[in-house]
T-cell receptor
Framework: AQRVTQPEKLLSVFKGAPVELKCNYSYSGSPELFWYVQYSRQRLQLLLRHISRESIKGFTADLNKGETSFHLKKPFAQEEDSAMYYC????????FGKGTRLHILP | NAGVTQTPKFQVLKTGQSMTLQCAQD?????MSWYRQDPGMGLRLIHY???????DQGEVPNGYNVSRSTTEDFPLRLLSAAPSQTSVYFC????????????????FGPGTRLTVL
């Protein structure tokens, strides 16, 4: 069965410090993975997808099939990065992890 | 385009009451889904639909019914509300979700905050 695990409920990071939000998945096939973000009082929105290999707002995520991970990283945290982050996996439906709240400390 | 719309924004029910949460999209998306968001539990898939006339169960379908008579609408029905159904409900849509293929962005509605007393 497909499963997405985000082990951290809350991650507090100082402004300017590196950020890593962890995501591990369980899936028998070749996964399609995404990161979604929910800023305060805004709708959930797509941040990035692994297939695009893109960098959005300074965030990147690399799919590691050996470790079944898709961690989200940013070298220098900014205060506006404070939000709820969800990792998601897709086959014929989309399943989300429990989310990690990122709190950037001034 | 209005995108994904949900009504109502807030609702309070008594245990045992029934109601329908409405979801509509004007982007001609084939795929629509319902999630509930609870603290510490993240987003859990309730039901989803890959096209008009086709629905399937997600992770937590019990207590909820759906139908997809048109491409645009995907209502979620609570048959007999229970306090455990107190949550924020999100509807989402995208062009297509199919294993092994590129998936378009999912667009989310603003959510419905439901309280069951």
């Amino acid at each position: 069965a497909q499963r997405v695990t985000q082990p951290e409920k809350l991650l507090s990071v100082f402004k300017g410090a590196p950020v890593e939000l962890k995501c591990n998945y369980s899936y028998s096939g070749s996964p399609e993975l995404f990161w979604y973000v929910q800023y305060s009082r805004q709708r959930l929105q797509l941040l990035l997808r692994h297939i695009s290999r893109e960098s959005i707002k300074g965030f990147t995520a690399d799919l590691n099939k050996g470790e079944t991970s898709f961690h989200l990283k940013k070298p220098f945290a900014q205060e506006e990065d404070s939000a709820m982050y969800y990792c998601a996996l897709q086959d014929d439906k989309i399943i989300f992890g429990k989310g990690t709240r990122l709190h950037i400390l001034p | 385009n209005a995108g994904v719309t949900q009504t109502p924004k807030f609702q309070v029910l008594k245990t045992g009451q029934s109601m329908t949460l409405q979801c509509a999209q004007d982007m001609n998306h084939e795929y629509m889904s319902w999630y509930r968001q609870d603290p510490g539990m993240g987003l859990r898939l309730i039901h989803y639909s890959v096209g008009a006339g086709i629905t399937d169960q997600g992770e937590v379908p019990n207590g909820y019914n759906v139908s997809r008579s048109t491409t645009e609408d995907f209502p979620l029905r609570l048959l007999s509300a229970a306090p455990s159904q107190t949550s924020v409900y999100f509807c989402a849509s995208s062009y297509r979700v199919q294993a092994g293929t590129f998936t378009d962005t999912q667009y989310f509605g603003p959510g419905t905050r439901l309280t069951v007393l």
